[in-house]
């Protein structure tokens, strides 16, 4: 059977509108941005201050994407090649710290562990790296697990008979999902380098915060463009291989793809992975322990926001999964790598090139909305939408996608494609969601007067230290996300399940 053609299925309007969009919402705002600066070279740079913090920060982001890396690889090898009980269960349970927002993470994290032996671990470097290890670990297990799905099942029944169990993890398995591994830890090893809310709630300075407070508190504007060129240097070093190796087609397997059955057993692999969702399930716990402790009438002042903002979230999710289905067409490394761009670059920059480049030409009515909120978090996860939509179009299974392929362009060739692809669709709704919902670093900046955000709301409370009142407000959080995400896997177990002809 031939490979799959690369043959670009949406319209090419569709997928220049949507270019065009992310352009004028990102590319024209930092233009006019550098184009404006005024104090760029009114300060002299300290810089071996600078180049001290970028060492640190790099060092931390390190330390956390190698934690990630093989937390992640473990969980995959496991849940994938072992009999483990309730496997689709921890599929889902295993994806939940990602998508939960950096704020809940934190909160619950100092709800478990502050005022306790291990207070310690709340605050400073080791908690930076361990909350962005477990944050992100799901990102390389996802990858690893997608490998894994694409063996062949003539191989894999080869290895079963030719070699003892254990052997078949050292010698086969372990060399087959290495070189994955490694490219998710690079991955990973970018989306933390400028990253700066998790560092926040640890007490750790980084370069994302040095960043932001040249470009808002006077610092000087050639200190901040100098670690954006930083951060853009080091993501044209490494981004265009691991566009390469991760978001193209992979190469269909020789034979039938490999089958279900775990072909390890042990029982102790169902207690390592149940332990380990346990070791994050507690500090939610404690969380909700902690949020009953609070007054009911708190409730008041965030609940209208959370629902309201909720609302909002979920329909720029669909938009980001719409979006990310017509870009997920294209295979031009550039295009990947203009999308990818705003994930390894600081968070606050969407922000400060729309408040700094355009807002003061907006009329009023557009900024005393959320719009400008909803514009930069387009910006920022339209890749991470791009990407899904990469994995959903490798979903369907070649024979009907050639079978679109001769159908005319229109709602009858998407139809076919997206009845295949929809439970994958409907978790980058749910991933996109929560990334909508938790995003802090440009929404701090873009918030209008009188409008309630819970994230910014939940980082108030922490820092005046109301923390029965943050505990309830990270509870609510947690229960929309996994509200949505339920609905989610419901609505898509019934679209993906093929009707009687």
């Known amino acids: 059977m031939k490979p799959r053609a690369a043959t670009p299925l949406p319209t090419p309007l569709a997928q220049r509108a949507v270019l065009a969009l992310y352009v004028t919402s990102f590319v024209v705002p930092v233009v006019l941005w550098a184009v404006q600066a005024e104090r760029v070279f009114d300060v002299k740079i300290v810089w071996s201050s600078w180049a001290l913090l970028v060492l640190h920060t790099a060092l931390l982001a390190a330390a956390g994407a190698l934690l990630a890396t093989l937390l992640g690889t473990v969980q995959a090898l496991l849940l994938e090649l072992f009999g483990v ?19 809940v993470l934190t909160t619950a994290w100092h709800a478990w562990l502050a005022g306790g032996v291990l207070g310690p671990l709340t605050s400073g470097p080791l908690a930076l790296v361990l909350l962005s290890a477990l944050q992100m670990a799901p990102v390389v297990a996802w990858l690893v697990t997608r490998h894994l799905h694409a063996l062949g099942a003539a191989e894999d029944a080869a290895v079963r008979l030719a070699l003892p169990p254990w052997s078949q993890l050292r010698c086969v398995y372990l060399p087959a999902v290495r070189g994955v591994a490694l490219r998710g830890g690079m991955l990973i090893f970018l989306l933390l380098l400028p990253a700066r809310e ?4 640890a007490g750790v300075e980084t370069a994302g915060d040095r960043i932001l407070a040249a470009f808002t508190a006077g610092g000087g504007d050639l200190e ?7 951060f853009a240097c080091l993501a044209l070093l490494v981004l265009p291989m ?3 190796s991760l978001l193209l087609p992979m190469r269909p397997p020789l034979s039938a793809p490999r089958q279900s059955d775990p072909p390890l057993p042990g029982k102790w692999a169902t207690v390592l992975l149940w332990g380990w969702v346990a070791s994050w399930l507690l500090p939610l716990v404690a969380l909700t322990l902690l949020a009953s402790s609070a007054a009911a009438s708190t409730a008041d002042v965030w609940g209208e926001g959370l629902l309201f903002e909720s609302v909002r979230a979920l329909l720029l999710a669909m938009l980001l999964t719409s979006a990310g289905w017509v870009l997920a067409a294209h295979v031009r490394v550039g295009v990947w790598l203009l999308l990818l761009a705003p994930l390894v670059l600081p ?9 700094t480049g355009v807002q003061h030409w907006l009329p009023a009515a557009w900024t005393d909305t959320p719009l400008l909120i909803s514009v930069a978090q387009f910006v920022r996860f339209v890749g991470v939408a791009a990407l899904l939509g990469r994995v959903a179009r490798d979903s369907v299974p070649q024979a009907e996608f050639e079978a679109a392929l001769l159908l005319p362009r229109g709602g009858a060739r998407t139809a076919i494609l997206i009845r295949r692809a929809w439970p994958v669709l409907a978790a980058c709704v749910c991933v996109c969601f929560a990334l909508c919902l938790g995003e802090v670093e440009s929404t701090a900046l873009l918030v209008p007067p009188g409008y309630v955000v819970p994230v910014i709301e939940l980082h108030q409370f922490l820092h005046f230290r109301h923390d029965a009142h943050a505990a309830q407000l990270a509870t609510g959080l947690v229960g929309v996300v996994l509200l949505v995400a339920i609905v989610g896997m419901a609505i898509s177990g019934r679209r993906a399940t093929p009707t009687k002809s």
């Open 85 to 103: 009980s309730g496997r689709r269960f921890l599929r889902v349970l295993l994806l939940v710290p990602f998508v939960t927002p950096a704020a």
């Open 198 to 201: 998790i560092a926040g709630y």
């Open 224 to 230: 901040g463009w100098t670690l954006v060129a930083t």
């Open 242 to 244: 691991l566009i390469r």
């Open 347 to 355: 968070g606050s920059l969407p922000g400060l090139a729309l408040t």
